[in-house]
């Protein structure tokens, strides 16, 4: 097993060895949710605290059952995003959590990089359930599982993600990873949706559906960020829902047999049409959802074992 890191704060500085090595070791506790006793002592002995500065209901959810399943004491501390401040605020929680001696801190919060800052202050292993914009890295692993099982692996694959890129870390810890195991990554959506310096990750961009998904193995849809715009990003939802939702008639350009994924939450009728989220010979999104509570668990596993040989 290769998994040398202390934290999990984003795909960025993970090794494809890494990357591979959390997917295998997810596979055997997919196998442990599907039994009908889902339990394991590995963590046992071991706090675990989840911090969520913001909204969050799966990935909460995901986390706290994988700890569970996994033998942690869990502690879920609600943070509500009005009580929410930033710089000494954040450090001081971070140092009030340490006096705590946790093993393993979850922490997703708006601002990007808030979660590597606080990484750097405490003695415990830290995950990043979301920052901002910038990563999440649990989602793009949960992804990489979900697409190695139905594709058969995971590599040379066309993927395309649509929607909203720019206000995405789903999107960009996605495209991180799945450039690292040489897929061909296509992003698609309107310009304005479109972060600046693209280019660098190697994608290739497109505005409009139709050429975007030609060939497509994987079609990741994903949902209008809000509460990241300040402004009007796009003229309507039905405009947007002609130009770039996903229905029947779009995912007819993609491979005959590309699968659909979506992180949630989902807005129906806006990026997707319902009856393409619910089809099960196409949509993967509940597998997703299955997927994420064994590469948490997979995840937290790996990051335990180098706390005890740390210790
Ligand atoms: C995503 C997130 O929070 O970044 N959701 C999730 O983790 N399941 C995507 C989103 O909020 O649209």
Redesign the pocket.
């Given at each position: 097993m290769t998994f040398t890191a202390r934290h999990l704060l984003g795909i960025e500085p993970l090794h494809p060895v890494e990357i591979t090595t959390v997917l295998d070791l997810a596979e055997h506790y997919v196998d442990l949710n599907r039994s009908s006793v889902k339990h394991s002592d590995v963590l046992a002995g071991l706090t675990q605290i989840n911090m969520f500065f913001e909204a969050?209901t799966?990935?909460q959810a995901s986390f706290e059952l994988a700890g569970k399943r996994l033998g942690a004491d869990v502690m879920n501390m609600a943070m509500a995003s009005s009580s929410l401040k930033k710089g000494e605020t954040l450090i001081d929680t971070a140092l009030t959590l340490n006096a705590m001696h946790p093993d393993l801190l979850v922490v997703r919060h708006p601002a990007s990089g808030a979660v590597n800052l606080l990484a750097e202050k405490v003695n415990c292993a830290v995950l990043n359930a979301?920052d901002g914009r910038h990563e999440?890295p649990t989602?793009a692993l949960l992804d990489a599982l979900t697409i190695r099982r139905a594709k058969g692996r995971l590599h040379r694959l066309t993927v395309a993600i649509c929607g909203d890129i720019a206000h995405?870390?789903?999107a960009r810890s996605n495209l991180i990873l799945l450039g690292k195991m040489e897929n061909r990554v296509r992003l698609i959506g309107p310009p304005t949706l479109m972060p600046a310096g693209v280019a660098e990750f190697g994608c290739e961009v497109f505005d409009d559906m139709r050429a975007g998904l030609e060939g497509a193995d994987v079609v990741m849809m994903?949902?209008l960020?809000r509460e990241r715009m300040d402004g009007g990003f796009i003229p309507s939802e039905r405009e947007y829902y002609h130009r770039f939702g996903l229905d029947a008639e779009k995912l007819g350009y993609a491979k005959p047999d590309a699968i659909v994924m979506h992180?949630?939450?989902m807005n129906r009728g806006v990026e997707i049409d319902g009856t393409i989220a619910d089809d099960i010979n196409r949509s993967v999104i509940q597998e997703q959802v299955e997927m994420g509570v064994a590469v948490r668990m997979a995840a937290m596993d790996l990051l335990a074992r180098n706390l005890r040989k740390d210790r």
């Open positions: 969050s799966r990935t979301g999440h989602q995405s870390r789903v994903l949902r960020q992180p949630g939450p």
